[in-house]
DNA sequence: AACATTAGTTACATCAATGTAACCTACTAA
DNA sequence: TTAGTAGGTTACATTGATGTAACTAATGTT
């Protein structure tokens, strides 16, 4: 029986932990989509994401060098976000994924809805 | 600017919350490099899942269609999990991802450990 | 002097995910 | 009759992730 991973350390496990915080992915996705932005830009391009979950993943994102972050020194601040060049690798693998979950969600969700029928 | 998602249902998070739980993907690999396992085959090859979040998780996946299960009606129980269809149309794209993983955190991790040392 | 601006931070509350341990069933073997 | 088996479930505790609201800095505008 094949066997995929080490108990103690495994890189995929430590991606996808990154990956999977609520917000991350469709962080990149933005900034991928969009270029450069602003931190309020991403904000109101994601809606409903609040100002600390924005930062707080904004953060770990720079600490993975996915994402790259240019401080202005003006007042008020300007501080620009956009996928460095390791960010932009993991595009397509993503957009893989998304095309997936498009294509496939409407059966899903069909077939969820017959099963909450009968519970 | 563009904007990906509906604030209302957006089927990419609605995967995405699936598949971003601690132990899915893992499930779904370990079934794929496999083929069907029972319950406890999928058990000791993850290592460190527990019986609960093994049983959870395989629920979720199931109710999605992505996992099945068949059960033969002896004792002590038999049960044999395996992807369906649809489950193994994510692999590729699953395995995207991995790939990148693994390439990618050797020089992630290097980074990592220097900005442990100055912190 | 008061207000708006941008990109945050902080303390705190809450909710969701995961872990632990005990229990269960129905049958077989010792 | 007691123990072992496989595949769970249940109640409960704990951890981790996310949300809320108030606050900040430094400057320009009213």
Known sequence: MKNFHHVDYCPVRDILSRLSSKWAMLILITLNANGTMRFNDI??????????????????????????RKVYPEVPPRVEYNLTERGQGLIPYLE????????????????????EMIV
């Open 43 to 68: 904000q109101k391009s994601i809606g409903d994401i609040s100002q600390r979950m924005l930062a707080v993943t904004l953060r770990t994102l720079e600490y993975d060098g996915l994402v790259g």
């Open 96 to 115: 893989g994924l998304i095309g997936w979950a498009i294509t496939n969600m409407p059966q899903i969700l069909d077939e969820r809805a017959k099963k």
